[in-house]
């Protein structure tokens, strides 16, 4: 996944994931190894999911999100 999804948090990385009512859900995130702009996650996540790559710091659980490019959206 991309590397800018990976946020600290106070018990280690997280990321934002979107569920398909497009609110986002705060996923305790274990990886692997980084290289690039790319993260290997060991766990935390399932293949498909979708992440939130920016404007993390304007989210909390259960925010709606809206995407910037909706040719890229699941």
Wanted: hydrophobic share 40%; glycine share 10%.
């Amino acid at each position: 996944m991309p590397t800018a999804a990976v946020q600290a948090g106070q018990k280690g990385e997280v990321a934002f994931v979107v569920d398909d009512e497009m609110r986002v859900e705060l996923r305790q995130l274990v990886v692997e190894r980084t290289s690039g702009d790319e993260a290997v996650i060991g766990r935390g996540l399932e293949p498909g999911e979708t992440v939130v790559t920016d404007g993390q710091l304007r989210l909390v659980p259960g925010a709606v999100v809206v995407f910037k490019d909706p040719v890229e959206s699941p």
